[in-house]
Every structure is written in structure tokens, then in C-alpha cells.
């Protein structure tokens, strides 16, 4: 029949006249589609089980369901000579033998049988595999998971409500793990906010500790209570999910190691051999740098009281600190001296000239191997993260090899971020997620398996595999048909944990780290971008051959104490991220800095604007903490935040229509002008005389004044 006969034949003429052999292919697949719900009668697929034949020549797929909503399919007629199963010729049957894919159940297009055949069967619905259409069904198809009523008992649905119930409960608990996880996050950072809130007040109060005695240790009554409540909540969370991360440790899919790593001690003793800080300096920094200074000296390593109080101060606005002069000029022993004085880690990274992008710097994911493999200054951040209350300094070795605009850029912007730590986004948080469900299942699963053998609460995952019944439970609950399928799902949850844990998805930038970036200025380095200057500070170097040793032997302090042994100070005493000072236009020093920036640096092309201004604000706001001057602070300003962005040819005119030359002498006059009485004793390198020198050697050099050049 044709079309027209299809349209005879359906809707209520299928219940005037029964389907027979004398129907055309076409009408009895619109019949089938019909009956079985089908939206495409050329093409109707079904999953059915396998069943061989003797001899495994060929076979059928019996007990047929709807491939997309599970229901089992009728009948298409009520006559029992109609049998309900669907012939897999041979050649279907090798094709996914050679692949090696045989599986109980499998899906497949339908083809009616030739004629002949469904006559000898009596059977109008006689179908066969279509070619090229037979796929084992390795995984319940996801829009089965909507079913409620299955009738079938030989399909493996009770498999499926299996893993709802444990999805079910797995994402309960996770909701309230992660409703309680989030909750103290927000109590750490809320803690934090008042630490450093707390922090400055204590700076300040230094000032007048004579006064202040009685306000200062009611503040440390008050952090000692808030760190004993945060402790107190670290504690409860620790201890729901204690039970869980036993039983992990029981079933060997994560060490006590681990644990360490997950759960810092917060608030441990300090075990780290030296002098305490607050203990035997009273959290003075002025006589900090001294102890410092004094340490080294006794290791044949010299630098400056200035140098080293600058140093420190300028740690504490926790910006990015540039270390800039010729090789062996002690820059990066700097970092690595300092972090031995006060009981710190230092991490050189070496910075490689073939360095493009992020991945250079924090490593990449491999979607693979399902593996971060991380860099040695991502590992770094991740040790810092991992010993909280300890400072750690990191070092870039040769920062400029490769254009530090290119691998860092992501990396300082996230550093921006003042009022609370920066995120650090690795990789997509679903592979996380996807681990940790795993991870809840197989637990849910391993339960189960083990109350059923009667195992004990710590068997473990050798006590399980070696009991038989425990064995087989597990391996029948998780759907396993090979020997050696546990091991390698057990294998593949430790490596996916351990990766976890070793490297997250993401994380906050550890308030304990501070980044320092040394560099050389030669034909084989690139110039530091505006974009980099305009973030950092600057400090310049001298070749301390140079260095008047007596003048520095005679700065020397005596100490009571034990000069072999640092001077241990925690990351609270050097100070963490804060918003930048406000923009406060009558404040005096923010007058003088906006003064040079309008009269001077924009004539000159320089541009020295809002973020550099609060910059400057907060090193000069520290400075004060440490009991720097304020004409020494505005000197080391001017050093570190105007003198590095001078690359100028001083011939041009200047856009005010001065020549460049007059307005860089007038830049110089004006500080001048600001540091009349500076002590130079108090500071490593003067503003005003380097200006001298750079005008200077502009002479020589066509007219080029180049802050980088000697």
C-alpha cells in the first residue's frame, strides 16, 4: 500500500483491520511506530538484551524497550504466533566482537525481515538488526533516570535507583558539608578583615606605646579570643567530617598526609629554633632591621640599616617589589638573607627567556591524563597556603628574561585585589566536583558491601577485597563484571583525590606570601612595561664593592641575645592586603604628589596617577609604622615609583611647549625643594642626586636620560 493506504490504515482504521503479511513494509512501520511510541517510523531503535544462539553464530535481542523513555514495548498485536524479538544476523554479531565490546544489553535500529522469512514464522512483524546499527549499551542512557515505574525485571534498572538513592544522599551531605565549609570561609575571612584591622591599630598604637599599654592588651585579649572561637569552629567542621576522612584513610584512598594538607594546623606552636619577634624586639621594627642587619654580619653578608628597613617596609604594603641592579649585586640574595634572618621560606624561581603566558608561571591541566602538573612557584603558593602563620617569600630570578607583561599580567591583576586575598582559578571546578561524588558513591557503595558480609566499621579495602562475600557484593552494587575492575576504580579515585588535594581547582592567594622580582638591565633583558612599573616598586641596586664597610660596620647594634639564631617573626607582623589609603585632596603629602604629577611627569609624558598616588600613600603610611621619617619616605617614593618610568629623550619639547630638559631640572628643584633637611644616612640611594646623575649622563648620551643605564 501506498500513502494513501497508510492513511486508510491509520489512526482508528488500525482497529477496522488488523496488520497481516499482506501490508506493505511501509504501513507496517507506521503500525510499529504507532504501537511502540516512535517518532520516526524509517527509523525505530530499541534496547534490548542479548541473547546468543548456540554456537554464538548469531543471536536476538529480547524483552525490547524504548530506547529513550525505558518503557518496555508490547506486542504490536495480541496474536500469540507474533513473537517479540529481533534477529542479529552474524554479521552484526562479528562486527562488535572484533571490537570486543559484547555487553548483556545493546541497542539497535530496526529492519522488517524479508517476506519469505516472516511468512515462515507466521509473524507480519518479523525484524532483524539493521546493518550497521548494533551498539552494546555499556551505560544507562541519561533520560532513562526519569523513570518512576519499570516493569522489567530483566534490564539492570534496579542498578539505576541504586545510584539515585546514593546520588541522593551524596548530595545532601556535600550540601551540608559545603553550607558548612562556606560558613567557615566566611568566618575565616571575616576573621581576617578584623586581623588586619587589628594589625593597623597595633601599628599605630606602637607609636605611643608608652601611652597605650593598657588598649594594646585589650586588643590582644580580643584576637586571642576571636582566634580561640575561629579554632573552637575549625574544630566542629573538622570533626563532621572526621568520620568520612577515616574511613578514606581505612580504605587507603587518601594518607594521614593528606589530611595535614586539607586541615593546616592554625595556631600550632611555633616550632622554628630563634628568637620571637614580638617577644624579644616588642614588635619594633626599627631595631628588626637591625637584628637583621647584625645577623648577616656575622655571615660575611652586608647590606645597609636604609636598605634593609626599606626592604621590610616595603614588604609591608605587599605590593609586587622589583629588585633591580648588575649581576651580583645582591639582589636576590637579599630575599633569600632576609628570609633566613626572620625565620621564613624563600623560593628562587627562575624566570626562563621562552616564557609567553600564565601557564609559565602557575602550569597547566591536562584534560588527558586528568593531572595539573603545576610549576615550581604554583607549588610554592600551595606550601605557603599550608603553613599559614609563617612568611614565605618567593623570588623571580631574572623577571625580565622573558616580557614580564606576558607571563605575569593575569597574575598581577589578580594581585589588584586588595580588600580580601585574590582567587586563584586553576581548572574547571567540575572535575573536582565529579572526583568528590565518585569518591561519596564508592564510600556509599563499600558500606553497604561490607554490613552485608558483616564486616566491622574498619575493615579495610584489603580486609574487603580479600572476603569473598564483601568482594562480590561490591563488585555487584558497582556494576562490575571484570576481576580486576575494583582495583582500578579504587586506583583511579587515590590518584584523582591525591591530585586534588596536592593541586585544587582554585584557591585564595596565601596572605603569608610576598613576590619579589629581580632583574638585570643588559641587551639580553626587556624594559619593564608602564604597566608594570605603574604597579610595582622599584628597588635599585649598587655594586657593593663601592660600599663604605666601616661606615655600615659602625651602624651596627649590640644585642643581648644569640646573633646565630633569626629572629622569627609570623606573617601578621609584617602585615597584610588593606585597600590603599583614600584619596584625600587635602592631605599634604597627597597635594605634593599630585603637584609633581600635573606640573612635571604628565609634561613629560609620564603618566603617575591614581593607583600610583594611593601606592605611594601606603609605603609612606608604613614608613610611619616603622618610624621612617617622612622626608625619607617621600625620598624612597620618588625612588621607587618616579625615577624607574624617566626613559626620555630630552631634547623633544614637552607638551606643556618647555623642552623636556627644563622640566625634568624642575622636577629635580621641586624635590629638592620638598627634602630640604633629609638625613641621607636614613635613606640607600637619594632622589634628588640620582636626578643630578641622570640629567648628567644624558649629556653623553644624545640627550637620552635612562633611569636603567649607567
Known amino acids: 500500500m501506498q500513502q494513501d493506504g497508510v492513511s486508510a490504515a491509520s489512526g482508528e482504521g488500525y482497529a477496522e483491520e488488523l496488520p497481516s503479511l499482506g501490508w506493505s513494509e511501509e504501513d507496517l512501520r507506521y503500525y510499529l511506530a504507532q504501537v511502540w511510541g516512535q517518532r520516526d517510523p524509517l527509523h525505530l531503535r530499541v534496547i534490548g538484551r542479548l541473547q546468543l544462539a548456540e554456537g554464538k553464530t548469531f543471536g536476538?535481542?529480547?524483552?525490547?524497550?524504548?530506547?529513550?523513555?525505558?518503557?518496555?514495548?508490547?506486542?504490536?498485536?495480541?496474536?500469540?504466533?507474533?513473537?517479540?524479538?529481533?534477529?542479529?544476523?552474524?554479521?552484526?554479531?562479528?562486527?562488535?566482537?572484533?571490537l570486543g565490546r559484547i555487553e548483556s544489553f545493546a541497542s539497535a535500529e530496526l529492519d522488517l525481515s524479508p517476506l519469505d522469512e516472516r511468512k515462515k514464522r507466521g509473524d507480519p512483524f518479523g525484524c532483524m538488526v539493521h546493518p550497521e546499527t548494533l551498539e552494546p549499551l555499556s551505560h544507562i542512557p541519561e533520560s532513562w533516570w526519569s523513570i518512576k515505574n519499570i516493569q522489567s525485571e530483566a534490564m539492570p534498572l534496579v542498578v539505576t535507583k541504586v545510584r539515585e538513592a546514593i546520588e541522593d544522599r551524596v548530595q545532601r551531605e556535600t550540601s551540608e558539608a559545603g553550607d558548612k565549609l562556606l560558613a567557615a570561609q566566611l568566618a575565616l575571612e571575616v576573621a581576617a578583615q578584623n586581623k588586619k584591622l587589628l594589625d593597623d591599630e597595633y601599628g599605630r598604637i606602637g607609636l605611643e606605646v608608652d601611652q597605650r599599654m593598657d588598649r594594646i592588651a585589650a586588643l590582644d585579649t580580643e584576637f586571642v579570643q576571636r582566634k580561640n572561637t575561629l579554632e573552637t569552629r575549625f574544630r566542629e567542621l573538622e570533626a563532621f567530617l572526621q568520620d568520612r576522612s577515616e574511613r578514606m584513610v581505612a580504605?587507603?584512598?587518601?594518607?594521614?598526609?593528606?589530611?595535614?594538607?586539607?586541615?593546616?594546623?592554625?595556631?600550632?606552636?611555633?616550632?622554628?629554633?630563634?628568637?620571637?619577634?614580638?617577644?624579644?624586639?616588642?614588635?619594633?621594627?626599627?631595631?628588626?632591621?637591625?637584628?637583621?642587619?647584625?645577623?648577616?654580619?656575622?655571615?660575611?653578608?652586608?647590606?645597609?640599616?636604609?636598605?634593609?628597613?626599606?626592604f621590610i617596609t616595603l614588604l609591608r604594603t605587599n605590593d609586587l617589589i622589583v629588585l633591580a641592579g648588575d649581576s651580583g649585586s645582591g639582589k636576590t640574595n637579599l630575599v633569600k638573607s632576609v628570609a633566613s634572618a626572620v625565620g621564613g621560606r624563600c623560593t628562587i624561581v627562575p624566570v626562563k627567556p621562552n616564557w609567553t603566558g600564565s601557564d609559565d608561571l602557575l602550569g597547566y591541566y591536562n584534560p588527558i591524563e586528568r593531572r595539573y602538573h603545576p610549576t615550581q612557584f604554583l607549588l610554592a603558593l600551595l606550601d605557603a597556603a599550608r603553613e599559614p602563620e609563617i612568611p614565605h617569600f618567593i623570588c623571580l630570578d631574572e623577571m625580565n628574561l622573558a616580557r614580564v607583561e606576558y607571563y605575569f599580567a593575569d597574575f598581577l591583576s589578580l594581585l589588584e585585589t586588595r580588600g580580601e586575598a585574590p582567587w586563584i582559578h586553576l581548572y574547571s571546578s567540575a572535575e573536582e566536583r565529579q572526583a568528590v561524588i565518585d569518591n561519596k558513591i564508592f564510600l556509599a557503595l563499600e558500606e553497604e558491601a561490607r554490613k552485608r558480609a558483616g564486616l566491622p566499621g574498619d575493615a579495610s579495602f584489603s580486609d574487603i577485597l580479600m572476603n569473598d562475600q564483601a568482594n562480590l557484593e561490591l563488585r555487584r552494587l558497582a556494576g562490575f563484571q571484570d576481576a580486576d575492575t575494583l582495583l582500578n576504580?579504587?586506583?583511579?579515585?587515590?590518584?584523582?583525590?591525591?591530585?586534588?588535594?596536592?593541586?585544587?581547582?582554585?584557591?585564595?592567594?596565601?596572605?603569608?606570601?610576598?613576590?619579589?622580582?629581580?632583574?638585570?638591565?643588559?641587551?639580553?633583558?626587556?624594559?619593564?612595561?608602564?604597566?608594570?612599573?605603574?604597579?610595582?616598586?622599584?628597588?635599585?641596586?649598587?655594586?657593593?664593592?663601592?660600599?663604605?664597610?666601616?661606615?655600615?660596620?659602625?651602624?651596627?647594634?649590640?644585642?643581648?641575645?644569640?646573633l646565630d639564631l633569626p629572629m622569627n617573626i609570623l606573617a601578621a607582623d609584617i602585615g597584610f592586603r588593606a585597600e590603599y589609603p583614600t584619596f584625600d585632596q587635602t592631605d599634604p603629602k597627597v597635594k605634593l604628589l599630585v603637584g609633581l604629577a600635573r606640573d612635571y611627569l604628565d609634561p613629560l609624558g609620564i603618566e603617575f596617577g591614581l593607583r600610583a598616588i594611593r601606592q605611594s600613600l601606603?609605603?609612606?603610611?608604613?614608613?610611619?609604622?616603622?618610624?621612617?621619617?617622612?622626608?625619607?619616605?617621600?625620598?624612597?617614593?620618588?625612588?621607587?615609583?618616579?625615577?624607574p618610568k624617566i626613559i626620555l629623550d630630552l631634547e623633544k619639547v614637552s607638551n606643556n611647549g618647555q623642552k623636556r630638559?627644563?622640566?625634568?631640572?624642575?622636577?629635580?628643584?621641586?624635590?629638592?625643594?620638598?627634602?630640604?633637611?633629609?638625613?641621607?644616612?636614613?635613606?640607600?640611594?637619594?632622589?634628588?642626586?640620582?636626578?643630578?646623575?641622570?640629567?648628567?649622563?644624558a649629556e653623553g648620551n644624545n640627550g637620552i636620560a635612562n633611569f636603567w643605564t649607567r
Not at 251 to 260: F, K, S, V, Y
Not at 504 to 524: H, K, L, M, S
Not at 538 to 546: C, G, T
Open 618 to 643: 601606603n609605603y609612606i603610611r608604613r614608613g610611619e609604622e616603622a618610624e621612617i621619617g617622612d622626608l625619607a619616605a617621600l625620598n624612597n617614593v620618588a625612588v621607587h615609583k618616579i625615577l
Open 489 to 562: 576504580h579504587h586506583s583511579k579515585i587515590r590518584r584523582s583525590l591525591s591530585g586534588l588535594i596536592d593541586v585544587p581547582a582554585g584557591f585564595r592567594f596565601p596572605p603569608n606570601v610576598w613576590i619579589i622580582g629581580a632583574i638585570n638591565v643588559d641587551e639580553t633583558t626587556h624594559y619593564l612595561s608602564p604597566k608594570i612599573l605603574d604597579r610595582a616598586h622599584v628597588m635599585r641596586f649598587r655594586n657593593p664593592v663601592l660600599m663604605d664597610w666601616d661606615e655600615v660596620e659602625g651602624e651596627l647594634e649590640k644585642f643581648d641575645l644569640d
Open 661 to 697: 630638559r627644563d622640566v625634568l631640572i624642575g622636577l629635580r628643584d621641586s624635590l629638592a625643594q620638598a627634602l630640604i633637611g633629609l638625613d641621607l644616612s636614613q635613606v640607600t640611594e637619594s632622589a634628588v642626586e640620582s636626578l643630578d646623575e641622570l640629567i648628567a649622563r
Open 251 to 310: 580504605l587507603n584512598l587518601i594518607d594521614r598526609a593528606d589530611l595535614e594538607k586539607v586541615f593546616p594546623l592554625i595556631g600550632a606552636p611555633d616550632t622554628r629554633e630563634g628568637h620571637r619577634f614580638r617577644e624579644a624586639l616588642a614588635g619594633n621594627l626599627q631595631r628588626l632591621a637591625s637584628y637583621i642587619q647584625a645577623f648577616l654580619w656575622r655571615k660575611g653578608i652586608l647590606y645597609t640599616r636604609a636598605q634593609l628597613l626599606d
Open 60 to 98: 536476538f535481542l529480547v524483552d525490547l524497550h524504548h530506547a529513550e523513555t525505558g518503557i518496555r514495548l508490547p506486542p504490536p498485536l495480541k496474536n500469540a504466533s507474533v513473537r517479540q524479538s529481533v534477529f542479529v544476523p552474524p554479521s552484526e554479531l562479528s562486527r562488535i566482537q572484533k
